[in-house]
């Protein structure tokens, strides 16, 4: 299995609280994604290049009330929260060989759709983030064509994705083992209430964090 860097995930308690948050960061406006029906979720998104893109995903107030617990831990976001880069997600072309040992911490597949996009992408069972959002979950895109390719270009890229966790060998044990190639950096911080994510995008005003 070899993975690289798919996109990251902002989580918030609306869709306009991220959209916000993301445009007054990073001086650009985001453009609509669409609604995941299994989810009962909704998205924007930031295209980042070719492969990689940011998402603001949030749950979807006009949705049915979701058969499964929701990803990206979105079911214990408090609602006064404000939106925050949580977690990020992986791609591979071999999800359907993730054996058991990988299950464990990224979760199983699932398959995914949203409009005519299609994909497969890991989930725990109860929705958290694997290890709290620093392992990622991995996704395979049946299109051969990747939809970040797709988005609107508003010259912005992904510089860097900082990892703050207090077991980083952890996290480097697990990429290791996925043959993960990308612009990641692992960090030891104090304890797991730290943890965090760190992305510096380029923009056309300079480089801003999230």
Same mark, same amino acid.
């Given at each position: *299995?070899? =993975?690289?860097?798919?996109?990251?995930?902002?989580?918030?308690?609306?869709?306009?609280?991220?959209?916000?948050?993301?445009?007054?960061?990073?001086?650009?406006?985001?453009? +609509?994604?669409?609604?995941?029906?299994?989810?009962?979720?909704?998205?924007?998104?930031?295209?980042?290049?070719?492969?990689?893109?940011?998402?603001?995903?949030?749950?979807? +107030?006009?949705?049915?009330?979701?058969?499964? %617990?929701?990803?990206?831990?979105?079911?214990?976001? %408090?609602?006064?929260?404000? +939106?925050?880069?949580?977690?990020?997600?992986? $791609? =591979?072309?071999?999800?359907?060989?993730?054996?058991?040992?990988?299950?464990?911490?990224?979760?199983?597949?699932?398959? *995914?759709?949203?409009?005519?996009?299609?994909?497969?992408?890991?989930?725990? &069972?109860?929705?958290?983030?694997? /290890?709290?959002?620093?392992?990622?979950?991995?996704?395979?895109?049946?299109?051969?064509?990747?939809? &970040?390719? *797709?988005?609107?270009? $508003?010259?912005?890229?992904?510089? *860097? /994705?900082?990892?703050?966790?207090?077991?980083?060998?952890?996290?480097?044990?697990?990429?290791? &083992?996925?043959?993960?190639?990308?612009?990641?950096? /692992?960090?030891?911080?104090?304890?797991?209430?730290?943890?965090?994510?760190?992305?510096?995008?380029? =923009?056309?005003?300079?480089? $801003?964090?999230?």
């Amino acid at each position: *299995m070899q =993975t690289s860097l798919d996109h990251l995930v902002i989580v918030a308690p609306t869709l306009e609280a991220g959209d916000r948050f993301v445009s007054q960061r990073l001086g650009v406006e985001l453009q +609509p994604g669409g609604c995941h029906r299994l989810m009962g979720t909704h998205n924007k998104l930031l295209r980042l290049g070719t492969h990689t893109y940011l998402e603001v995903i949030a749950v979807d +107030p006009m949705a049915p009330p979701a058969h499964r %617990p929701r990803w990206f831990d979105l079911d214990r976001l %408090p609602a006064n929260v404000s +939106p925050r880069l949580a977690h990020w997600v992986a $791609k =591979t072309d071999t999800l359907k060989t993730l054996g058991p040992k990988f299950e464990e911490v990224v979760g199983q597949v699932q398959p *995914m759709s949203r409009g005519e996009l299609c994909w497969d992408i890991t989930i725990l &069972a109860d929705g958290s983030l694997p /290890l709290k959002g620093a392992a990622p979950s991995l996704i395979q895109w049946e299109q051969p064509v990747h939809p &970040a390719s *797709m988005l609107e270009d $508003k010259g912005c890229f992904l510089q *860097m /994705l900082d990892i703050f966790h207090p077991e980083p060998e952890r996290i480097s044990h697990l990429l290791d &083992a996925l043959n993960f190639s990308g612009p990641v950096r /692992l960090h030891r911080c104090d304890s797991v209430e730290t943890s965090r994510l760190v992305s510096c995008i380029g =923009t056309p005003s300079g480089l $801003k964090n999230l």
